[in-house]
């Protein structure tokens, strides 16, 4: 969980995804069309993956990707980052976390 927290207060956008995930492609896609160059941790790459994976899970991100920070805080996994951008409250939320600037 520490690693966790640690990962998502260093960067404005953190994407935790899986290479094989066509949900978690999407996502990733959607925050490019943005303009916005999120760090995205590929937790099938990674040889702490499992852990981050189950510490997303103790955190209630069900499933475990993508799941998305936005400055830090957690917003949730697709439907969640949908929602919010179907209501237009992504980009104030990404401009606000200082990784768009238009």
């Not at 702490?48 to 949730?76: D, W, Y």
């Not at 949908?82 to 990784?99: D, Q």
């Amino acid at each position: 969980m520490e690693k966790v927290n640690k990962i998502v207060s260093e960067k404005p956008i953190v994407i935790f995804s899986k290479t094989q995930c066509c949900i978690s492609h999407t996502i990733k896609s959607l925050f490019y069309d943005f303009g916005v160059n999120p760090t995205i941790y590929e937790l099938d790459e990674m040889s702490m993956g499992r852990e981050i994976e189950q510490a997303l899970s103790r955190l209630g991100c069900n499933p475990t990707s993508p799941v998305v920070f936005i400055g830090g805080e957690f917003v949730g996994g697709a439907n969640e980052i949908m929602s919010l951008h179907l209501n237009s409250t992504l980009k104030p939320m990404l401009k606000s976390a200082g990784a768009l600037w238009v």
